[in-house]
């Protein structure tokens, strides 16, 4: 900690035109990578989410990062291409590289400085997001911790990434093996992944990368591994693990699912529920989707038309619409008409709303 609070102040002196002077974007959601866990000098993919943010799906976002060090140097007005991340649909953006590589230090260099510190941006930086940070998490103990299996995370769920280290040194018969393969299933075998030697799709999706020193790892995201239907619900994982052509196998191994936490649903309203023509008029919609970043309206009352827009994120979108000046020529007015849809063209609400008369 001692070690980040100087480095971030120093990256504000530093660049303060750059940040203060900029359009806020919001802030970064969850970040996890896929693999869950990995080497600094192994590829990996960095995913963010952009729900609570005011890009638009599909817009063009790229990455500013200055720790561990900074790659796209001097380029913030105008971001070079290697630096643009890939929209993954849902408001989630990735990007893949190589740590090593694209910031051209040393694995060491890398563990020892202050992380992977940044902010995400359009091209010509008019905006950008909060200050974020990419956590690694450091599996180096399971080389010493004498232990045959270990998950990363240690409970987890059908729609993330899971890693799933061996270390074949404590069961016999893989001391010599030139390959390990990940014979495995979803609930008890529910839904099967085998490995099947004389079936090369089948060697291929389940053969292990290995670390060295008989050290495994197996990366898979259960829903696209085994091909899990829409709404199955993952209660386990079993597996053994496969030497060779079957010449040695582990012990039959599970690892328990953590609990799917489904999002709340959406939930929209009108307020005040008592209206009149001299009143304003609350729009609300919280626990959006991602994606829906504004909510437009179009209010028809006796020919007049009142058009607008309000913005936000996921958590919610909410504006008043002005009855007192939009409405104060119209007579003998008794209800108005309401059409709400979001920025994906879809109706959100299509309602008559009674007016309270007024003198």
Known sequence: MKKIIPFILFALLLFPNAIFAQQDAGTIGSTWSFPVVYNYDEEVTWYFDLSATNFAPEENVYLWIWSPSEPDAGHFDNSSEFAKLTYEGNMIWSKKLTPTAYFSMTPEAIASSAGFWLRLKDKTGTKQTGVAQIAYTDFSSFYSANQMIKSYPTTPTIDKGVSILFNSNLVAGFQNASEVHFHSGLNNWDLKVEYQAWVPESVQKTKMKNLGNGFYKMDLVPEDYYGAPDGYVMENIVFLMVADNWAA???????????????????????????????????????????????????????????????????????????????????????????????????????????????
């Open 249 to 359: 196998t582990s012990p039959d191994q599970m690892i328990v699912a953590g609990e799917y936490v489904a999002p709340p649903p959406p939930d929209f309203r009108f307020f005040p529920l008592q209206l009149s023509k001299r009143d304003f008029l609350a729009i609300i919609r919280k626990n959006n989707e991602p994606g829906v970043t504004k909510l437009l309206y179009t209010i028809t009352a006796n020919g007049t038309v009142l058009n607008g827009e309000f913005t936000g994120g996921v958590s919610e979108i909410k504006g008043f619409v002005n009855l007192v000046t939009g409405l104060k020529d119209v007579q003998n007015l008794t209800e108005i008409h309401v059409l709400v849809k979001d920025n994906n063209n879809r109706v959100i609400s299509d309602t008559t709303i009674p007016l309270k008369t007024v003198d």
